[in-house]
């Protein structure tokens, strides 16, 4: 199959590398060349632009940082939507508005397109893997032709419901994360203070009921002090304000989403928006700064 990428990230770099494993022909774009060089030495073909990458594609897959650039990439003066074939699949796997995926949906309906929206989780580690998590929106019988794509590098694949279901469901996995990861920042502190090893503590907490990823995979981060981005902080906060901003036109109170939210921003204005979001533990002062 023909593939195109836009956005080869953190985690975008090791999702083309498994559809090129795949067999599939991949065409990549993204504004900084020197992201792509691991895909294009492995058999890849650069694209100077969108304009040119949709018109090459069968299925194009985007992973870009924010909803403005989601939405430069499909509706801008060389978007995907005015360049790309009839027929083509588009798949955002970029955390975004729930409103755009459906907008997006729509115009490709009405230009004889198909759209979906799949937000991933499981962060850089899972993507290296192929075992991420995808939150599928759109049309079941478009997930379903794509299912064997999906199952190159994820894992935990479901149809969540029409246009937008996607993005509603990552909001419910980044609110989860958001209030997790401050249990995980307090536990340790906490044994910290109480004099303990805090290796030795997680051994003991982590297969237990307080077991989680964030707890397996990020806490010994925090202990080592290693903070490099396997998830943005300044991605985390864009997400958390989605949510933010979807409950309060429901008039739906998180108080613990606005917490988490508040103390990542602290972080951000402090010049941590590129670090990982286990950088978090900075605000408890477990690590130097």
Known sequence: MKIGFIGTGVMGNSIGGHLLDGGHELSIYTRTASKAEDLLSKGAVWKSNTQELAK?????????????????VYFGSN????????????????TSQPKLAQKIAQAAKDKEMHALDAPVSGGDIGAKNGVLSVMVGGAEPIFNELLPLFRLFAENIIHQG?????????????????????????SLIYAKKAGLDPEKVLRSITTGAAGSWSL??????????????????????????????????????????????????????????????????????????
């Open 216 to 289: 397996s995979n990020l806490a010994p981060k925090m202990i080592e002090g290693d903070f490099r981005p396997g998830f943005y902080i300044k991605h985390f906060i864009k997400d958390m304000k989605i949510a933010v901003q979807e409950a309060e036109q429901w008039g739906l109170e998180l108080p613990g989403l606005k917490l988490s939210l508040g103390i990542y921003e602290e972080l951000e204005r402090a010049g941590d928006g590129n670090l990982g979001t286990q950088a978090l533990i900075r605000h408890f002062d477990f690590a130097e700064k």
């Open 79 to 94: 978007g995907l939507l005015e360049h790309a074939e009839k027929g083509v699949i588009f798949v955002d796997l970029t």
């Open 162 to 186: 029409p246009a937008g279901a996607g993005q509603h469901t990552k909001m419910c996995n980044q609110i989860n994360i958001a209030n997790n990861m401050l249990g995980v920042c307090e």
């Open 56 to 72: 090459s594609a069968q299925v194009i897959f985007t992973m870009v940082g924010y909803p403005s650039d989601v939405e430069e």
